[in-house]
T-cell receptor
Framework: GQQVMQIPQYQHVQEGEDFTTYCNSS?????IQWYKQRPGGHPVFLIQLVKSGEVKKQKRLTFQFGEAKKNSSLHITATQTTDVGTYFCAPPESNFGNEKLTFGTGTRLTIIP | KAGVTQTPRYLIKTRGQQVTLSCSPI?????VSWYQQTPGQGLQFLFE???????NKGNFPGRFSGRQFSNSRSEMNVSTLELGDSALYLC???????????????FGPGTRLTVL
């Protein structure tokens, strides 16, 4: 079956530094979604990537989908305390013709003020 | 539009008991999925309901079951609770109209279940 690895598991950065999390799959993905979960909160949808090599930006967040559609990354420029949380990649996995989301292990980002 | 609501928010049970959790999706959403979140296993998919039918299920034992009503509200039941069932149970709704593909998931606040 599909295996999704997300690295790093934890990242501590000084406020203002950049942050990147990577999501790697053993199989080609049809698309991938990214979610953010604040401490004590629930996952919130950030973005979906569909096309090979796709790059999307949301203010300081840049999302990329690899050319081979087997990996994806989320880069945050100049982190702020509001960026604290766990970031999950979530590609779909086909299960007898129906798709379900499989969440990566997540990268927990903490900011040192 | 009101978001996804889940009740109760917190629950404490003892081993062997059973529990029912409830989820009300965003108005107009017909798909409801349930996830279990634990520190050790992360976010694990339990099952998905669409138009009152289970459309997909994860790898959980039969003690975990669910159902969906005609108004799209969903319930999840766990029977014969075990200590390892302690977790945050998240419900997510989506439009569900793209056939078998996964739409954007809108999560509720979750139910924190503690099994003693």
């Amino acid at each position: 079956g599909q295996q999704v690895m997300q690295i790093p598991q934890y990242q501590h950065v000084q406020e203002g530094e950049d942050f990147t999390t990577y999501c790697n799959s053993s199989t080609t993905l049809s698309n991938i979604q990214w979610y953010k979960q604040r401490p004590g909160g629930h996952p919130v949808f950030l973005i979906q990537l569909v096309k090979s090599g796709e790059v999307k930006k949301q203010k300081r967040l840049t999302f990329q989908f690899g050319e081979a559609k087997k990996n994806s990354s989320l880069h945050i420029t100049a982190t702020q305390t509001t960026d604290v949380g766990t970031y999950f990649c979530a590609p779909p996995e086909s299960n007898f013709g129906n798709e379900k989301l499989t969440f990566g292990t997540g990268t927990r980002l903490t900011i040192i003020p | 539009k009101a978001g996804v609501t889940q009740t109760p928010r917190y629950l404490i049970k003892t081993r062997g008991q059973q529990v029912t959790l409830s989820c009300s999706p965003i108005s107009g959403h017909r798909s409801v999925s349930w996830y279990q979140q634990t520190p050790g296993q992360g976010l694990q998919f339990l099952f998905e309901y669409f138009s009152e039918t289970q459309r997909n299920k994860g790898n959980f034992p039969g003690r975990f079951s669910g159902r969906q009503f005609s108004n799209s509200r969903s319930e999840m039941n766990v029977s014969t609770l075990e200590l390892g069932d302690s977790a945050l149970y998240l419900c997510a709704s989506s439009w569900g109209g793209t056939g078998t593909a996964v739409d954007t998931q809108y999560f509720g606040p979750g139910t924190r279940l503690t099994v003693l």
